[in-house]
Nanobody
């Protein structure tokens, strides 16, 4: 059974940091590219960034570039999203997802999804 379980969300003040984790099971994590998305009420799901399975190359949305770092530990089947200098507009449910496609920002290209973790940034 495929599972992606996010953790690390919570309430943080503007300017603060959070590190989200996504633990995968039920598939060959080390052969999948991992992406992070977010969705806030009334808005479409938005690509945050991704990391490739092989070289760990990353891609970021302009809205988080310079503030976000995505990494992975294939030995622990875990992907990470480090967010710094958080802003109220970063408030959303954050999802991790897995895909065989490279550098895709399209949520429809992702095969597996976690249940999400809430991040709330207060001003």
């Amino acid at each position: 059974q495929v599972q992606l379980v996010e953790s690390g969300g919570g309430l943080v003040q503007a300017g603060g940091s959070l590190r989200l984790a996504c633990v995968a099971s039920g598939f060959t994590f080390s052969r999948y590219n991992m992406g992070w998305f977010r969705q806030s009420p009334g808005k479409e799901r938005e690509f945050v960034g991704s990391v490739t399975w092989s070289r760990g190359s990353t891609l970021y949305a302009d809205s988080v570039k310079g503030r976000a770092t995505i990494s992975r530990d294939n030995a622990k089947n875990t992907a990470f999203l480090q967010m710094n200098s958080l802003k109220p507009e970063d408030t959303a449910i954050y999802y991790c997802a897995a895909t065989k496609n490279v550098y895709t920002t399209n949520s429809r290209a992702y095969d597996y999804w976690g249940q999400g973790t809430q991040v709330t940034v207060s001003s």
